[in-house]
């Protein structure tokens, strides 16, 4: 899926019409419609004022999933606790692993 398509899905969702985006754009509606037809391929500063006007996230443009994404910060802690507990179950074996995938940059 495109993310005109999408702009499209987010527009008819919220139930606005491409002359209420237009006013909150300040972009043309017949370029909203080229946009949504795949006919023009947005700029990433045009596509931040269509989130804006549409009150969603940037990424809800390009994302297709129902949950929303998680920060990397979570992500990373995340990691951290399953290595942190696999730690524990293998002692002095894990960090041998982990030295050596460290020094050869493998995973």
Do not use: W
Request: charged fraction near 30%.
């Amino acid at each position: 899926m495109d993310v005109g398509t999408r702009l499209k899905q987010f527009r008819e969702l919220k139930g606005l019409s491409q002359g209420q985006i237009e006013k909150r754009t300040g972009l043309p509606r017949c370029y909203l419609s080229r946009v949504e037809n795949g006919h023009t391929v947005p700029t990433l500063k045009t596509l931040e004022k269509f989130a804006c006007a549409l009150e969603v996230a940037l990424y809800q443009l390009f994302y297709e999933g129902d949950k929303p994404l998680k920060s990397v910060k979570t992500q990373v802690h995340e990691i951290d606790v399953r290595f942190t507990a696999r730690r524990h179950l293998f002692g002095r074996k894990a960090e041998v692993v982990l030295r050596l995938r460290q020094r050869r940059a493998i995973f």
